[in-house]
């Protein structure tokens, strides 16, 4: 089960953080960048391939401390055809070094569509008869708004394929209690979706007591991470929020369980933009992965004091 | 507003039909396939061929009757890099024929995620200080899950390029109840989000009484629909589960007002697999354009009948 895999991992590093690889323009250093607008031009090809090369000095200064990375295909998809590439190449790359890639999607639709998404992001496609793989991702993140149907159809392709899940539940935002924490009779929705995500984990359990279909649970929000880390004992936590959105390690010792596993934390900018912050200075642009890898060393400290 | 052009085009057409482009290998006609295979391989591109050549069919012989299509991005995704491709070029020859673009993309991300998605869909990405228009779409539909701070961030492109979108509030899926049906105080989660949707809408208001913020509201739950017209006399509606999902004509008369607009009704597979069904077997394989026609006539009466 990947879920397994992802916790051999946590336990090797010693390290439940994963890197969010979310690029921007402005996260990318100048020498990177003019050296790609020299060879494509001030065009999506050149933003795409200075995405890549940032993610290569990334992962290449982290693989080894963290067990996985969290691309944000938002950021990708923006740039239509390159930036798809570039998605797919980073997901490819990452995986060579040995990580676990969860894919930052948030796909959601009724079944026949779902099974489109499935097929491309965690199973394979037939083109007349011969099967590819397109997107090299481990886990998905998706939506449950449409219900179970619009999730079961990744259910046969996480079992073939060794694939995982983790379904929003609460996210991280400053309006997600807006419709999440809505009472719907004696339970938040919030609440009710974590009770039916520990349901469908059943599936799926693997050999750590925990499942491959997780759950989406944001660090910005620690009262109603307790509550969920008590209503889904088998589901793993992929908690966004830590850093720059205002998640503080002592906020989210509630997502771990009593062995300190249970959860795996995000950061994107507070890592992969590291060399831009005070904290950081002494690293130079050229050394943006060295300054991201000090980050790596000092958010898994910084986690370990409080699970 | 985008809105009001997408009424001006209903009353043109007089059909309140869109057409889905979701293309799958086993509609697309054996020759086009054949001369896809023999350029291309047995490979995702060839698919991804195969889908614009099909899709370029379907648009020759429908553009002059419906107001719009809405392709949807799976579809195409599932197919990496060539399949985005397809996708945008779809948009683009679609746009050409005059057609509205509805891209289905269900996306729904934090704002500052959001805010990627809205710039690659519906507004322009910068490349150094240059902005570039990635995909053509005119209005996208969007996740309600994450509450308004995940929706506002696409309100700035809409009023900046003349874009609108379609919320999802009560989806076509036999399982769409589980969560959006579920009572939330006096309201059902549906109806709480249709509220706060019509409530958005204010800020994109067209000329027509109608909003450039739309609602998706699946044609098989007809009396929630009936419902939701009510209570959202300002949100045009984006209606999908007509034909191949169960929605029947009469069942969806709910979603218009009395001058018979406020609904736009999608089919995909009816019209665009038409000459795979017996009622078109009339029509040879080369023929699946006219067959497409045919459906889409056949559709327009079967709702005006109702409407």
Redesign the interface.
């Given at each position: 089960m990947i879920i397994d895999v992802l916790i051999e991992k946590i336990k090797e590093t010693q390290n439940p953080t994963v890197v969010g690889l979310?690029p921007r323009?402005n996260f990318v250093p100048e020498f990177i960048?003019n050296e790609c607008?020299e060879k494509y031009g001030?065009?999506?090809k050149?933003?795409a391939e200075s995405f890549f090369e940032f993610n290569k000095g990334i992962i290449d200064n982290v693989y080894d401390l963290v067990p996985a990375v969290k691309p944000?295909i938002?950021?990708y998809?923006?740039?239509?055809?390159d930036?798809?590439?570039c998605f797919?190449k980073t997901c490819d790359y990452a995986s060579k070094k040995g990580l676990v890639i969860i894919g930052d999607i948030?796909?959601?639709?009724?079944?026949s569509?779902?099974e489109?998404?499935s097929?491309?992001?965690i199973g394979e496609?037939?083109?007349?008869?011969?099967k590819?793989k397109?997107?090299n991702e481990d886990f998905i993140t998706v939506?449950?708004?449409?219900?179970?149907?619009?999730i079961d159809p990744y259910m046969a392709n996480c079992k073939n394929y060794n694939k995982g899940l983790f379904v929003?539940v609460k996210?991280?935002?400053?309006?997600?209690?807006?419709?999440?924490n809505?009472?719907?009779?004696g339970l938040t929705?919030y609440q009710?979706?974590g009770q039916?995500v520990e349901s469908w984990g059943e599936k799926l359990m693997g050999e750590n007591g925990y499942s491959s279909v997780g759950a989406v649970v944001g660090a910005t929000h620690p009262d109603e991470a307790k509550i969920l880390r008590e209503l889904m004992p088998h589901t793993f936590f992929l908690v966004?929020g830590y850093g720059a959105?205002g998640g503080k390690a002592e906020d989210l010792a509630v997502c771990f369980d009593k062995d300190g596993l249970g959860a795996i934390v995000n950061s994107s900018r507070g890592i992969i933009a590291a060399y831009k912050k005070d904290e950081y200075s002494k690293f130079t642009e050229k050394e943006f992965g060295l300054a991201a890898r000090q980050a790596v060393i000092d958010m898994k400290a910084d986690l370990r004091r409080c699970i």
């Open positions: 979310d323009l960048k607008v001030k065009t999506p050149a933003v944000q938002a950021m998809e923006m740039l239509g055809v930036g798809i590439d797919i948030k796909r959601g639709d009724i079944a569509t779902a489109a998404y097929d491309g992001h496609i037939d083109a007349f008869g011969i590819h397109i997107f939506n449950p708004y449409l219900g179970w149907d619009s929003l996210t991280s935002n400053p309006n997600s209690g807006q419709f999440q809505l009472d719907v009779g929705l009710k979706v039916l966004p959105q």
